[in-house]
Every structure is written in C-alpha cells, then in structure tokens.
C-alpha cells in the first residue's frame, strides 16, 4: 500500500534545523493521515452523527485535534492570540466519558465542515511556521516549546487511531471505501491455542527523563516488579476461538460476568462481539468500510469486560485459571521477545502503523521468539489498572491527560494495533480505557500466580492533595475554613438565587456550600485534576487523599460525603472543565458568579473580566477574590491587572485596574478583606490575605 504514516522521530540528533525539517514533515504526514481517516465518511451529513450514544458527533472529532494544537500553545503562552476562541471551546473538551464532559448537544451548535476545514488549514499554516522559528535545543525536553508542538502531534496520533474505531462503529451505510486503506485479504481456520512457559524475572517498567523518545508523563518513573514464572497463551484470542464462548452462550450466563460486566450486558443487550454481524446463522465480520466473511484467524476485537468473561469461561471449562496478563507479566514477554524499541524496531516486523494492512490479520503471521503479535494487530487488554510510577509528575502543559484515568476503573492496553502509530507503538507507551470501552483491541491470556498489587486509592498528587487538605481538611490558627467563608459572603450577598457558577471550584467544596443557597451550582475549573475531586465526592461520596506530614511522612485522610452534610446537594451540583478566558456559551444566566483566587493565574483576566458581564442576570452578583500574587509563570507581565509601575513611574494597584474594567456594567458593593491558611506539612503553613470585591450588575 501506499505508505500513510511515518515512523516516528526522535528527540535527538546533530542539527535543530534538520530537526525542524524532521518535525515539520511528522506533523503534516500526522495532520493528512486524520484527514485521511475523515474522508471514510460517506458524505458531510455523516459528521454530525454519533457512532454510540456516549460519544459526540463525529465534527467534535475533527476539529478538536486542532484546537488542541491552539489551546496548548495559548496556555503555555507560546502564542498570545487565538485563531477561533468559538471553536477552540466547543472543540476543546468531551472526548472520554467522565462526567465533566459536557455531551449535552443542546449547548452546541456545530459548524459547518467546510468552516472546520478552513479552520484547520489556518492551524497549520500556523503550527508550520512556529516548527520553523521557535527556538529549541538538542535533545529537545519536556521544557521545551517544541515539547507542545510534539505533544499535539502526538495527541492528533491517538484521535487517528480512536477515530477509526469510531467510523468503524457507524452504519456501513453511513461509511465508504478509500483505496489507502486496505484490508488484509487472507483469512484461514484458527490456529489451536497453546501455552508457552516464560520464566520469571525481576522486570523495570517506566522511562528516564532523558529518553530519546517522545513520551506521555504517566510514562516516566520506575517501578521494580518481581515477576515469578507463568505461562501465556502464543497466540492472541481469534474469533474462531472466542467463538466457542458465543456457541456455549457465554453472554446469557452471568457467573462468567462481574458486576460491571453485568451492567454492560444489560445496558448494550450484547450476545456476541460489537464488530460481529449476525446474518441467519452465520456471524460475519464488520471491517472498517466492509463486512466481509468472518475470519476465524483474525484476533477477536472485544472489550476487557468480555475478554474477562472468556477467561473465566475458559478457567470454568478446563480447571485452570486463565486472566488477562499484568503490566509486568506483558513486560517480561517483550523482555523474552528481544524486541527493538523505535527506531531500531522496523514496522515491518508487526501489523502496525498502516505498514502492512488497514485491518486486523491472521493471529500466526508475526511471531516474536515463538510468541505472536506481542506488539500490533490489535490492543491486548491487561488486568492491571493504570497509575503512576514513583516519580511520576503531570505536565503542566497537558495535566488532565493521565490524572482523572487514576482511578481503578481505567485498564490498561498493551502492544498496539493495525492502527497505531507514534508514541503509540513505543516500548514504553501506557494507555488505558474504561472496561466496556472498545478500540482495535482484543486479548491473550496467561495461567499466572502473579498477583497484582491492590492500593486504596488516595490522591496522592501533592498540589490536589494540598487542596483537599485545604479545602476538606482542618482548620488551623483560628482561620475559618476559606471555602465556607466565601460561600457565606455569597449567600448574604446574593438577590436572586436560581443559578451559581463557582469558577476556580478547585476541588468543590464552595460548590456544595454554594448549593444551600443557591438551587443549581456549577463548578468550573480549568483543570480535570481539580474537577475529578468534586465529581469523585457527588458520584462516589467520599474524598481521600495523602496529608504530608514530614519529608515522605505521609497520612491518609478520607472524608465522606455524610459526614460533610452534602448528602441532600448532589442534584444541585454539577462539575465542569472550562478555561474562565474561553467558557463554551452555555456558562450563562447566573444569579451569582464567584471567581475565588482566580485573576491572578489567568493568561488573559482583562478580557475576563470584560465578558463576564455577558453570563450574568439582571442584579446578577460578581464576586472575586484574589491576593493579587502576580507571577508571569501565569500571567504575562503584559497583562497584570496591578503590582507593576507605569510609564510614568506611578504604581498600578489591582484594585483600581478593577474598577476601571468593570464600573461601566457593574456596581462596586463592597470591599473587604479574608484570610486563609494552606497546610505544606505539620510545621509549614502559608497564611495569606485575599482582597474580596462585591458586584452587581448594573
């Protein structure tokens, strides 16, 4: 075939400006191949349809990857201007399932495909030029301001491959043939299954910050695994094989399914596998624009929950326990498979990156010392769930990509796909879904008396856990709980109270306080890893996280939603992710907006504050609050609303920048000061002094 994808490049190498001519190449090959990927739908009626209830239609998919490139840049304040701030909010958020993505189309109004491809040709025609004059070193660093553009590449890598998965989910009505992609075109009965014994080794996962290669922060770290001798199955599950749990009618029999797979069985009505089309009495198979004959020697394409109903169907019937391979155990099978890592790695070797096929092939076409497709064909669901390593940190750049998967219900996916491509096919690459998800996934399975390490999950991340502590924790020095404060002064200040916006929400406390005043309140933060607390807190009823005590001295907290007296709030409260600088349309028609230490680590707080006016009702309530601890790592000096000196020598207070910004629309009701107290460790506290304003709409 005609070759789609490039291999990808690395961080390395003698000359910047060959670098650039590198990077430049990556970045359009990975921008044409998404197109590419697009033009699989049958005709532009098909981009404002969803493939599955859960997802958005297929026009958020194509515009978002380009307003990442800009939201990105934007935040980490490489470019100051936006090509379409509508877009770029719209686009920005909704891709996973969590419940703070806003998949509500009644908040959308989606353009034009045409207005979207306009849009993405200015995005890269300006991505292009910044490749070309941002200044970098060799080997570039998660410092660098080319890191982003390599972090928008490769998020745009990953939207290829889910995207396809997603095309692959709609009617074959609604989808078309495109010569690139060709489909493997041999097919035979499945190879008979067999076990092969790996002996056991301590095994290293995770990367160094100085690898060659581009990487996501849940990669980086160390985790040393003692990993005893198990057995693994040499092929991947075909369908032929998984056919016999369809026959035995493995999906009516519930003792093969756990509660959560149980909950997918009754709300998807599943009796065989998603891409599985039943015909008579015949099962054919759904390709990505074909169905064709099903063949049995192609890897089975199922979820982790029913990769784990087959185990169990399989241990049942043979009197072993089969289970999905653990990250460490899938370690030590690359290990015993002496494979290369990228670029030594050629994608010859494995159905990977487009190289061979537009599909899935025969699960005995590439063996790996005797075991076959240890990386490619598809996905293989593990049993571990994902978490970070020790010395895990998020990037700043991108802190919600890994953070909100950290909690026990986000599997990991092992060894790459037809479809992958860039980080994806990585040594090092983690990533992990939701168990009824499905990607160009399947399964192999091991005999193992491995046991995978089971945690109480805290949060642990040391800025959330700080937060928490604040927000849920105790209070100190005779300061009154900040939160509670702020909330107070809202309920006292308040005319109507129908609708609130609590935007900075942090980790939601003033949210839920808000909610006893105020009918609905919606918390709004610009990152997930703030937002997930709240959201944890409505769904799961509890919050935990680690207290620094001392040095790595640490204690566990958890605080519970009945104990916090919010039991009868839930309904009122909703969590949101959202940039105060670009908020989607739908943030409107507040009776009360409370801005809590927030202008001060905004990249833009004028224009902030000259459109917020535009969300308010009438005698609508503007509360903000701020220490006004300026610093240009969050705000361009450029933009300080105070704390600078003028021209003329004269020094700019904050509040007089405020009341020039907002005096037109609002009127100033009152000025004042409130302390809180945030806990470093038992004998470090920073204790400061927020200047609260009170406005009303005019």
Not at 22 to 39: A, P, Q, R, S
Request: proline share 3%; charged share 30%; hydrophobic share 35%.
């Amino acid at each position: 075939m005609s070759r789609l994808s490039m291999y990808p490049i690395t961080l390395d190498g003698e000359s910047v400006e060959n670098k650039r001519v590198e990077i430049k190449e990556y970045f359009n090959n990975t921008f044409d191949l998404f197109e590419k990927v697009f033009e699989l739908l049958k005709d532009e009626s098909v981009f404002y349809k969803k493939s599955e209830p859960s997802r958005h239609p297929m026009i958020f998919y194509f515009g978002h990857t380009a307003t990442f490139f800009i939201n990105k840049l934007i935040n980490m304040k490489i470019i100051e201007k936006r090509i379409n701030p509508s877009f770029e909010s719209i686009f920005a958020v909704g891709v996973d399932e969590m419940s703070w993505d806003d998949l509500n189309e009644t908040h959308y109004e989606w353009p034009k495909v045409s207005e979207v491809r306009e849009y993405r040709n200015s995005v890269r025609t300006l991505v292009n030029e910044l490749i070309m004059r941002l200044d970098f070193t060799l080997p570039i660093d998660d410092s660098s301001a080319m890191w982003i553009i390599l972090m928008s590449i490769e998020h745009e890598r990953i939207h290829i491959e889910t995207s396809l998965v997603l095309h692959r989910q709609m009617p074959i009505e609604f989808v078309k043939e495109v010569a690139a992609f060709n489909l493997c075109t041999h097919s035979a009965r499945s190879p008979k299954n067999e076990m092969i014994a790996i002996a056991g080794e301590d095994v290293i996962l995770g990367k160094k910050r100085l690898h060659h290669l581009y990487g996501w922060d849940n990669e980086y770290g160390r985790q040393e695994e003692n990993v005893q001798e198990f057995k693994v199955s040499k092929y991947l599950v075909s369908n032929g094989e998984f056919m016999e749990f369809v026959k035995d009618e493995g999906y009516e029999k519930l003792e093969y399914w756990d509660e959560e797979g149980e909950e997918f069985l009754k709300r998807s009505g599943a009796k065989y596998p998603h891409f599985w089309v039943k015909e008579g009495n015949k099962f054919l198979y759904r390709a990505l624009s074909n169905v064709i004959e099903m063949p049995e020697d192609w890897p089975v394409d199922v979820n982790a929950l029913e990769a784990e109903a087959f185990c169990r169907y399989k241990s049942q019937k043979e009197g072993l326990e089969y289970r999905l391979p653990s990250e460490g155990e899938y370690g030590v099978i690359y290990n015993y498979s002496n494979i290369k890592d990228v670029p030594q790695l050629h994608e010859s070797r494995a159905n990977l990156n487009f190289y061979h096929y537009a599909s899935s092939c025969p699960v005995n076409e590439f063996s790996f010392n005797g075991i076959y497709d240890v990386i490619g064909n598809v996905w293989q669901w593990s049993r571990t769930p994902i978490r970070g390593f020790k010395g895990f940190e998020v990037h700043e750049a991108y802190d919600d990509f890994s953070t909100p998967t950290f909690d026990d219900k986000h599997s990991l996916i092992l060894g790459s796909s037809w479809a992958s491509s860039g980080n994806l096919i990585m040594k090092h690459s983690r990533y992990a879904f939701r168990k009824h998800f499905f990607q160009n996934a399947g399964f192999r399975y091991v005999i193992s008396a491995n046991e995978s390490k089971s945690e109480d999950i805290y949060e642990s991340d040391a800025l959330i856990s700080q937060y928490c502590e604040f927000q849920y924790g105790d209070t100190h020095f005779g300061v009154k709980n900040f939160s509670l404060s702020c909330a107070e002064l809202a309920a006292r200040y308040a005319i109507n109270t129908k609708k609130a916006l609590d935007l900075g929400c942090a980790t939601g406390r003033a949210t839920y306080e808000l909610a006893k005043t105020f009918d609905m309140v919606e918390g709004v933060d610009f990152s997930v890893r703030f937002v997930q607390v709240g959201s944890k807190l409505k769904d799961e009823g509890y919050v935990a996280f680690v207290d620094r005590v001392e040095g790595d001295i640490t204690q566990n907290k958890k605080i519970s939603i009945k104990e916090l007296g919010y039991e009868n709030l839930r309904k009122r409260v909703s969590f949101w992710q959202g940039d105060a600088c670009n908020l989607k349309a739908n943030f409107n028609s507040y009776d009360l907006i409370m801005a809590t230490n927030l202008i001060d680590r905004l990249y833009n707080p004028k224009f902030f504050l000259e459109s917020v006016v535009e969300r308010l009702n009438k005698d609508g309530i503007l509360i903000l609050t701020s220490p006004y601890t300026w610093q240009e790592s969050s705000t361009k000096k450029e933009f300080w609303l105070g704390g600078y000196k003028d021209e003329h020598g004269n020094e700019v207070r904050t509040l007089d920048t405020l009341k020039g910004i907002l005096e037109n629309n609002f009127e100033l009701l009152g000025v004042e000061d409130l302390e809180f107290v945030i806990k470093e460790t038992a004998r470090k506290y920073q204790h400061t002094i927020s200047q609260v304003t009170i406005w009303k709409k005019r």
